[in-house]
């Protein structure tokens, strides 16, 4: 069964580095998202992605946030400058053009900032 | 207002018994989805189950239901038959309109145990 895939699983970086965290979607969607999560906490929503713009992005998703879809596979979050309270897991997603909802999440790439 | 709430922080059942989790939401938007998410220690997001704003019956996936009151704005998820494996934090979500551009909002989450 196809699946959305992150990398790394695990990065530790230093305060003010900049990170790039990898997902490969499932091949036939059109639609990705980013959502992260502080230890302890709910799922919360970063940005929205659809032909190659952001279609909604949340007051969380600041100017230290990018995403980008380099290539016909990848999607990527890049944090700029990291901060301590920049450590969560964060979960890409994607869903297929279609009248459902299904939403399929990767299995996350945990954040530390040190 | 909250979007998603699960007013459970914990629940405890026995193994092979049933148990409901609650969630209710609140949205003006006639378009939506709800979801319910499975997140064992590991920390990976499952999909258990899915309703759509429009479906006429209640959703079903093996062991799970979703017992959704449209009226009462409710999204209960039943969990049949509890396994010690059951034992995980559950998450139930919200995507409105904008078709699939539409973010999903989260609950806080119900903290499930299985006791032997």
């Known amino acids: 069964e196809p699946e959305v895939t992150q990398t790394p699983s695990h990065q530790v970086t230093q305060m003010g580095q900049e990170v790039i965290l990898r997902c490969v979607p499932i091949?036939?969607?059109?639609?990705f998202y980013w959502y992260r999560q502080i230890l302890g906490q709910k799922v919360e929503f970063l940005v929205s992605?659809?032909?190659?713009?952001?279609?909604?992005k949340s007051e969380i998703f600041d100017d230290q946030f990018s995403v980008e879809r380099p290539d016909g596979s990848n999607f990527t979050l890049k944090i700029r400058s990291t901060k301590l309270e920049d450590s969560a897991m964060y979960f890409c997603?994607?869903?297929?053009?279609?009248?459902?909802?299904?939403?399929?999440f990767g299995p996350g790439t945990r954040l530390t900032v040190t | 207002a909250q979007k998603i709430t699960q007013t459970q922080p914990g629940m405890f059942v026995q193994e092979k018994e049933a148990v409901t989790l609650d969630c209710t939401y609140d949205?003006?938007?006639?378009?939506?989805?709800l979801f319910w998410y499975k997140q064992p220690s590991s920390g990976e997001m499952i999909f258990l189950i899915y309703?759509?704003?429009?479906?006429?019956q209640n959703a079903t996936e093996g062991r799970y239901s979703l017992n959704f009151q449209k009226a009462r704005k409710s999204a209960n998820l039943v969990i049949s038959a509890s396994q010690l494996g059951d034992s995980a934090m559950y998450f139930c979500?919200?995507?409105?309109?904008?078709?699939?551009?539409?973010?999903?909002?989260f609950g806080d989450g119900t903290t499930l145990t299985v006791k032997p």
């Open positions: 997603a994607s869903s297929a053009e279609s009248s459902s909802y299904e939403q399929y």
């Open positions: 091949s036939n969607h059109l639609y």
């Open positions: 992605f659809y032909n190659n713009e952001i279609s909604e």
């Open positions: 949205t003006s938007d006639p378009s939506y989805g």
């Open positions: 309703q759509g704003s429009y479906d006429q």
């Open positions: 979500a919200m995507r409105e309109g904008h078709g699939n551009a539409g973010k999903s909002t």
